[in-house]
């Protein structure tokens, strides 16, 4: 009886709590020459939106100095991003959000890029952000996290990396046959 009066409570404070729609409004990838690398959007925007968004927060940014904080007040939300080699990532959190949790998933999601490329660059992101993108989703889901394990996330990467090969196995045999038949 006593565990269940307990039950009864945390659920009745997770009720009375404030629910949350969207922790993460959008990631931004840029490089220090404001060149966008990956854009993902978790609140409608329409894509003049999208645009006038990215300009402007490349601008306030890229402008600020190494030595100050990395959380910006913008547009009654706060942007929180961190400098890794020569890419901002920059996400977009309600105002009463947490900042550090944030800089942490941006963390995460940086080591996990680490592990899977071998100390990631820029050119990673460029020649593979299919791969950036489908990490990114294992990562987050609706503005949310979603996995936090890096053992999970790297090991669901190689088994999509394993049916890849194997869906180009299988296109380039079909190929073979192909081309044998019209031989």
């Known amino acids: 009886m006593l565990l269940s009066c307990r039950w009864f409570s945390i659920e009745y404070w997770y009720l009375d709590s404030k629910p949350t729609e969207n922790m993460i409004h959008f990631v931004l990838l840029i490089s220090r020459q404001g060149k966008v690398r990956l854009t993902k959007w978790y609140s409608p925007y329409s894509q003049k939106e999208r645009t006038k968004v990215i300009r402007e927060l490349s601008g306030v940014i890229l402008s600020r100095g ?3 904080c990395n959380f910006v007040e913008w547009r009654g939300y706060k942007v ?13 959190i309600d105002q009463d959000d947490n900042e550090l949790e944030v800089l942490e998933i941006i963390h995460h999601y940086v080591e996990i890029l680490d592990r899977y490329f071998g100390s990631v660059c820029e050119l990673d992101l460029i020649f ?34 394993s049916l890849v090969e194997s869906a180009k196995e299988q296109a380039s045999s079909i190929s073979n046959i192909i081309a044998q038949a019209t031989k």
Do not use: W
């Open 66 to 68: 190494p030595k100050l």
């Open 80 to 92: 929180v991003y961190k400098r890794y080699a020569s890419l901002y990532f920059c996400m977009c």
């Open 128 to 161: 593979n952000f299919h791969k950036a993108y489908y990490i990114l989703d294992e990562l987050l889901i609706a503005g949310e996290l979603q996995e936090s394990s890096k053992k999970t996330v790297a090991r669901l990467i190689a088994a999509q990396d």
